[in-house]
């Protein structure tokens, strides 16, 4: 890293890109892996605006490292100097935008209730299909989930899944008794 950078101007780009990037992952995506739950139904006409700038921001700039509006300049530049001429290119990159942050706050601020609210209705709808077929808990029964497998490699991952912000009845969304 450069000395006369310093660390925060990459800390700030670092924290940005990966904003955008995971609130493109969850809002806009278009993997058939991912479930859309349709969180831009619940956004305004402007924060609709605020998500297509976010989302073409990601697309143009970050992903695939286009020019955006003054988001990357790159030049090839041919420099005649005393010592022997050269050709070489310059670099310049934004660090971060306050619009772009202040816009992701605004989008995020109804997006996570909204997921919260969807999550819940999924659990609820989950829950009444369990209670409907409880042969289910069989097949449940016979995929065990390994907490220990699923976070291998991850630092304190399995313990924090159990730990006090991990897994507890606190944050579960839907609480399900078995009946047999």
Request: glycine share 8%; no cysteine; hydrophobic share 30%.
């Given at each position: 890293m450069r000395d006369d950078v310093g660390d925060?101007?990459?800390?700030?780009r670092a924290l940005l890109t990966h904003a955008v990037v995971v609130y493109c992952r969850a809002s806009h995506a278009k993997a058939i892996e991912r479930y859309?739950?349709?969180?831009?139904?619940?956004?305004?006409?402007?924060q609709r605006e605020a998500h297509k700038l976010i989302v073409n921001l990601r697309n143009k700039v970050i992903a695939h490292f286009g020019p955006g509006e003054n988001w990357n300049d790159e030049r090839v530049l041919y420099l005649e100097q005393e010592h022997g001429d050269g050709i070489t290119a310059?670099?310049?990159r934004t660090n971060s935008d306050s619009q772009v942050s202040d816009s992701l706050e605004s989008l995020l601020d109804i997006a996570i209730p909204?997921?919260?609210?969807?999550?819940?209705e999924r659990a609820a709808e989950i829950d009444a299909e369990l209670s409907r077929t409880p042969e289910l808990f069989d097949v449940i029964s016979r995929m065990p989930f390994n907490v220990e497998k699923f976070y291998d490699g991850v630092p304190g991952g399995a313990e924090n899944f159990?730990?006090?912000?991990?897994?507890?009845?606190?944050?579960?969304?839907?609480?399900?008794?078995?009946?047999?």
């Open positions: 925060r101007s990459h800390l700030a859309d739950v349709g969180v831009i139904g619940a956004y305004s006409p402007e310059v670099h310049y909204y997921v919260k609210s969807k999550e819940s159990w730990g006090p912000k991990g897994f507890t009845a606190e944050r579960t969304v839907k609480s399900t008794i078995r009946s047999d």
